[in-house]
């Protein structure tokens, strides 16, 4: 069971890395995989399977990053393996984007080279990868300017080294003794009538990025409450996760009573933990959509609603399709007082809204006016894509971060961010 080919396509379909892993015959098979991707949107899944082709994909900043295979493979085992790659490339570019990929297309090659030999996986680890990969990362534009904002010159040369997380765009002298923690968190939901959701599921990861000196122990502990897969008396408020599992490298021997992970942060970034939370969630917006048609004009009107705490804040955007008759659109946004736009992109026959910052227990509302002749049922589905920082949608939380480090080594620094977002949020009529 091998891996045929891997490619990293933009958002607009542009191939910005490719390669045949095995010599086979792979001409148009990017191009083929954004079709699909342009045909099926949101709902395409992660693995699909397309004229005797299996796809496997990710999707990381804007980017698609696929492989695919003749072969039936476990699609956990291949998305790991997309994962890691996407980890690798953005320890040694420093930054995963396209303008990024587009400079250090030459060093992601070499990676692919050592990470994916003739479609098996080989190297994996970052810190192991340091000692094959010989190519320089090339700094963007904005990393470049970051960086001479922090230095106040212009005459730094425009390499760094390969092994970024290691040796930041600033110089080395600048690096701190520092570890970060993100608990990120997706949701996937299906909404029906009165906003309630026919399907819901949250897909959680807890990354942690070292720069720590001399790789201490860390004992990470999250809620002491934290109940796994038992679902019986639970109290209100407590998080109750259906599913976990930890990287090979933490030792959860503790996890059990205490709810403490321990590990040996490795250079670059990995995921100590991954859970889901299956159904009874709590949902952060509510949509609430009416359409009113009437013999001259339709009225569409769409309502979201924070549930956020009143301290949290997000932004989104909406896509909802409208019937093809559709025609003079005149569309009104309230409040006036939140920055939001929003446009019907007739070539499309698309409505698109955008808010760029809600604040939460509040609620905002588009009202559109057109000309169709369609029915009720050529409207939507409602497509919502948000991200609310600082904000867990199971209540995972880290309790203590505590690094258990030698003298010597000065002050260290611990960094704890919470960001949820949106997997798929959709509304069906």
Known sequence: MTLSHFFILSCTGDTLLSRSLRGESNKGTPEKFYKVVRERGNELAPVFHQDGVLYFYIRRSGLFFVVTTVFEMPPSYVLEILQRITNALKDFCGSLNEESLRRNFALAYEIIDEMLDFG???????????????????????????????????????????????????????????????????????????????????????????????????????????????????????????????????????????????????????????????????????????????????????????????????????????????????????????????EYKAEENCLTWNVKRIQGSSEVVLRCSMKCTGSKKEFGPINLNFEAPLYSASNVKVRYLRIIQGQGFGTSYRWVRYVTSSNSYVYRF
Do not use: W
């Open 120 to 342: 098996y996986q080989q190297c994996m680890d970052t810190s192991q990868l340091k000692q094959k990969v010989y190519n320089f990362a090339v700094a963007s534009k904005k990393q470049l300017h970051v960086r001479d904002r922090l230095q106040g010159a212009r005459s730094i040369p425009k390499t760094v080294p390969s092994a970024v997380s290691q040796r930041p765009l600033a110089s080395p002298g600048a690096q701190k003794n520092e570890i970060f923690v993100d608990v990120l968190e997706k949701m996937s939901v299906v909404l029906g009538s009165e906003s309630q959701y026919r399907n819901a599921v949250i897909e959680g990861q807890i990354h942690v990025k070292s720069f720590l000196y001399g790789s201490p122990q860390i004992k990470l502990a999250l809620n002491e409450d934290l109940i796994i897969n038992n679902r019986r008396g639970k109290p209100p408020g407590v998080p109750v996760l259906d599913f976990c599992s930890f990287h090979q490298s933490v030792d959860s021997s503790e996890f059990e009573q205490t709810r403490i992970l321990t590990f040996y942060p490795t250079d670059g970034e990995f995921t100590a933990m991954s859970y889901k939370v299956l159904g009874n969630i709590f949902l952060p917006f509510k949509i609430s959509p009416t359409i009113d048609i009437q013999p001259n004009k339709t009225n569409f009107t769409i309502i979201v609603t924070s549930a956020l705490p009143g301290t949290n804040s997000a932004f989104f955007n909406i896509t909802c399709p409208l019937p093809r008759s559709t025609s003079g659109v005149e569309i009104l946004l309230q409040p006036n007082t939140i920055p939001q736009s929003a």
